[in-house]
């Protein structure tokens, strides 16, 4: 029979605590030609089992016309976080003998071919897992394979810094590119040792900014938030008095005063928390009646009374009733009058 399928491995099974049987479908010429691999999931670690010790196997009776089998786990069921697969793991050798004038059997001459086809699959399977150069690409393989190990060590620091910078990501999308140019990879180092600087300036800026603004306290703090002296200028929010304060550099004070403490411009002074009180701070009483403190009108003029009001104008004081001047009073003390005037009393 032919092999007519590529297939050379079964998997990954993923284990769940129950299976412990698994089958696969590929031509082997006896037991001993399984390879099985179990994967810890969590530390990515493979393990080789051991046939008869960690597994045992069951072959189709009918390898060319029903090829495969299966293997049970001599411990149960595969656990959960493992993973298992089946392949082939015949070795690179041709035991097949044909002499000079020797029988002719065609089973023996087929199981050479499946054999030397078998074998290439192998090889194909594993060719399929590896990164390849491009057929066109005069690169060095084993100097990229050094550009991806040392790119595989700094994991870690590109990791940091990926999200910081385009530039980065611009490499990450750029891995064909560094496949065809390993030069490429040093210019990706360069990025990244650059991204690193900017996360590093990004990460100064920052605690800069933390020891400016403290955040919410309950009570005054004595260092900042990495546990140095205070600066001054700092700030905090005192959540239990609900109020922000500023350090001056010896004490920490309110860094704002209360908006409930002023006056309303809104409200022309009716806001006053006491009328009498600012009166009297004005050196102004109200009095009553005659002695009624007065205050100018819309006109300049300082009513007394209902009718009269009084005004002055170019250095004379003048007397008038609805607006109308009736006498005036210049400063050499003379008083003129301007209508009628009737005496009481002696003149």
């Known amino acids: 029979m032919t092999i007519s399928s590529n297939i050379r491995k079964a998997g990954p099974f993923v284990g769940n605590g129950t ?39 069951n072959l189709n009776a009918d390898q060319n016309s029903n090829p495969g089998g299966s293997i049970t786990l001599t411990a149960g069921a595969l656990a959960s976080g493992f993973n298992l697969v089946i392949t082939s793991d015949i070795q690179n050798l041709q035991p097949t003998d044909i002499v000079n004038q020797g029988g002719f059997y065609p089973d023996v001459i087929e199981d050479a071919l499946d054999r030397a ?12 897992r590896s990164a390849k150069l491009p057929i066109t690409s005069s690169a060095d393989a084993d100097a990229l394979v050094a550009d991806i190990v040392a790119l595989a060590d700094d994991q870690a620091n590109i990791d940091i810094v990926a999200t910081n910078i385009d530039s980065v990501n611009t490499a990450a999308t750029d891995i064909a590119a560094i496949i065809a140019a390993p030069d490429a990879a040093i210019d990706a180092a360069a990025s990244a040792s650059s991204a690193s600087a900017s996360a590093a300036s990004a990460a100064a800026s920052f605690d800069s900014f933390d020891d400016r603004y403290l955040g919410a306290k309950s009570s005054p703090p004595s260092v900042d938030n990495d546990g140095n002296a205070l600066i001054a200028g700092a700030l905090y929010f005192n959540s239990t008095t609900s109020v922000m304060n500023v350090y001056t550099g010896s004490a920490w004070v309110a860094a704002y005063v209360s908006g409930t403490d002023f006056l309303t411009k809104a409200n022309n002074l009716s806001d006053v928390q006491s009328t009498s009180t600012a009166r009297t701070n004005l050196g102004v009483d109200a009095g009553t009646g005659n002695n009624q403190y007065v205050q100018r009108n819309s006109t300049a003029q300082i009513p007394i009374g209902s009718t009269w009001t009084v005004y002055e104008s170019a250095g004379v004081l003048y007397f008038a009733v609805s607006g109308v001047a009736k006498a005036k009073l210049d400063s050499s003390g003379d008083l003129t009058c301007v209508g009628n005037v009737t005496a009481y009393g002696t003149m």
């Open 19 to 57: 299976a412990s049987t698994f089958a696969f479908s590929f031509k082997v010429f006896q037991a001993s030609d399984l390879e099985v691999v179990r994967l810890n999931v969590s530390t990515t670690v493979e393990t080789i089992l051991v046939i008869n010790s960690d597994y045992t196997v």
């Open 117 to 128: 086809t078998i074998q290439i699959q192998q090889l194909q399977e594993a060719v399929d």
